[in-house]
């Protein structure tokens, strides 16, 4: 699903399906680029042990991101995001040959980025197919960026940033307000303006106050692209209100951590500092972990109170401590005298055993008990 491209337009494929997984559901933030992240504690966030995917210009100067997507022209971003070879960055692969802002270099140049073509033929019901061999395109950043996280093994995701609507400024409410028109929370922002038209409150007079805030970095849109932008996030919000199913049935939650987001009518809603305990109490708190006394140790570190346990072999490895026949060949050395100390003939070995495991047919065996 992702590969690397050259400027010679060469692909090499990247296997990292699944690479994030882990014995329990990885956790993953999505950062926004909405408002709300100034309010957040934007500082225990960045620490927390858990990745961070940034969308767009979220988490500008409040979150560095470790992974990265975009949909819009390169142009629009950051050149530090691109050049940064900490952060992996995952593209459609018609950027490739865009210019990295401020530079000469091409995107695909660029250190551990990644491309993936897109798939804008999906429905509801069918949001997250095993058999996909790109990643939804339905115009939204956010949405692409969470089939991402998926496709890499995460299975929870914390929404921080992700308002999903463009509110008015509180002088353009003030001044509705004065003409007895009363902004309803998460109102679309279009019907807004309408309402306060119908008022007699002009366009007009309305762009000349204070602008919505849109973001919590340096940036605004005139008054008709924020109507856009809010008509963009309500059908985002509403589109993913109708695949609830299909993330269900995907083991995919989404958790916002948004106070005044529009998906928190459709999903569920914690505050950081749960979020924040749970990580510790899953993952561990790096800045409280002690470190006196660790590399004296000896033995385990098994938790208190655990019952025994046994690495088992499959359980068709019928014979004790033996493989089943048919892996008798892959077991067996090339017919060097010397193969056996030949640390490359091991490795050979070993890997033909596992290819021969993982390719037995399941077969139920009888089991006969004597008393």
Same mark, same amino acid.
């Given at each position: 699903?992702?590969?690397?491209?050259?400027?010679?337009?060469?692909?090499?494929?990247?296997?990292?399906?699944?690479?994030?997984?882990? *014995?329990?559901?990885? +956790?993953?933030?999505?950062?926004?680029?909405?408002?709300?992240?100034?309010?957040?504690? @934007?500082?225990?966030?960045?620490?927390?042990?858990?990745?961070?995917?940034?969308?767009?210009?979220?988490?500008?100067?409040?979150?560095?991101? &470790?992974?990265?997507?975009?949909?819009?022209?390169?142009?629009?971003?950051?050149?530090?995001?691109?050049?940064?070879?900490?952060?992996? /960055?995952?593209?459609?692969?018609?950027? +490739?040959?865009?210019?990295?802002?401020?530079?000469?270099?091409?995107?695909?140049?660029?250190? @551990? &980025?990644?491309?993936?073509?897109?798939? *804008?033929?999906?429905?509801?019901?069918?949001?997250?197919?095993?058999?996909?061999?790109?990643?939804?395109?339905?115009?939204?950043?956010?949405?692409?960026?969470?089939?991402?996280?998926?496709? $890499?093994?995460?299975?929870?995701?914390?929404?921080?940033?992700?308002?999903?609507?463009?509110?008015?400024?509180?002088?353009?409410?003030?001044?509705?307000?004065?003409?007895?028109?009363?902004?309803?929370?998460?109102?679309?922002?279009?019907?807004?303006?309408?309402?306060?038209?119908?008022?007699?409150?002009?366009?007009?007079?309305?762009?000349?106050?204070?602008? *919505? &805030?849109?973001?919590?970095?340096?940036?605004?849109?005139?008054?008709?692209?924020?109507?856009?932008?809010?008509?963009?996030?309500?059908?985002?919000?509403?589109?993913?209100?109708?695949?609830?199913? +299909? $993330?269900?049935?995907?083991?995919?939650?989404?958790?916002?951590?948004?106070?005044?987001?529009?998906?928190?009518?459709?999903?569920?809603?914690?505050?950081?500092?749960?979020?924040?305990?749970?990580?510790?109490?899953?993952?561990?708190?790096?800045?409280?972990?002690?470190?006196?006394?660790?590399?004296?140790?000896?033995?385990?570190?098994?938790?208190?109170?655990?019952?025994?346990?046994?690495?088992? /072999?499959?359980?068709?490895? /019928?014979? /004790?401590?033996?493989?089943?026949?048919?892996?008798?060949?892959?077991?067996?050395?090339?017919?060097?005298?010397?193969?056996?100390?030949?640390?490359?003939?091991?490795?050979?070995?070993?890997?033909?055993?596992?290819?021969?495991?993982?390719?037995?047919?399941?077969?139920?065996?009888?089991?006969?008990?004597?008393?």
């Amino acid at each position: 699903m992702f590969y690397r491209l050259n400027t010679d337009g060469t692909r090499r494929d990247v296997e990292l399906g699944d690479l994030f997984a882990g *014995p329990v559901r990885t +956790a993953c933030w999505i950062v926004g680029g909405g408002p709300s992240l100034s309010e957040l504690p @934007c500082a225990e966030i960045a620490r927390a042990p858990a990745a961070k995917l940034g969308i767009n210009l979220g988490g500008a100067k409040l979150i560095r991101p &470790t992974m990265w997507t975009s949909y819009d022209p390169s142009a629009r971003f950051q050149r530090s995001v691109y050049l940064d070879a900490s952060i992996w /960055k995952f593209v459609h692969a018609r950027r +490739a040959m865009d210019l990295v802002p401020e530079t000469t270099f091409k995107v695909c140049e660029c250190p @551990c &980025t990644l491309f993936f073509e897109r798939e *804008p033929q999906r429905g509801f019901a069918d949001f997250l197919p095993a058999a996909a061999t790109g990643i939804v395109d339905w115009n939204d950043t956010f949405v692409q960026a969470m089939e991402i996280a998926y496709r $890499l093994g995460f299975r929870v995701l914390y929404l921080a940033g992700c308002d999903f609507h463009v509110r008015p400024s509180e002088a353009q409410i003030a001044r509705a307000r004065a003409a007895e028109v009363e902004y309803a929370p998460r109102e679309l922002l279009g019907d807004f303006y309408e309402r306060c038209s119908g008022a007699g409150v002009s366009r007009a007079e309305l762009e000349s106050l204070d602008p *919505p &805030t849109q973001y919590h970095f340096d940036e605004r849109k005139p008054l008709a692209a924020a109507i856009q932008t809010d008509q963009h996030y309500f059908r985002t919000a509403q589109y993913l209100r109708l695949c609830r199913r +299909a $993330l269900s049935l995907a083991g995919l939650e989404l958790v916002s951590v948004t106070p005044d987001s529009r998906l928190n009518d459709h999903f569920p809603y914690r505050p950081v500092d749960d979020v924040l305990a749970d990580l510790g109490a899953t993952i561990g708190r790096p800045d409280a972990e002690p470190t006196r006394g660790l590399y004296t140790r000896v033995g385990t570190r098994t938790p208190a109170g655990v019952g025994p346990m046994r690495d088992l /072999k499959p359980h068709h490895w /019928k014979r /004790k401590g033996e493989p089943p026949a048919e892996c008798a060949a892959a077991l067996t050395p090339a017919a060097n005298p010397r193969s056996d100390s030949d640390a490359r003939v091991r490795a050979s070995v070993a890997r033909r055993v596992a290819a021969a495991i993982d390719a037995l047919p399941e077969t139920p065996v009888r089991i006969d008990e004597d008393g």
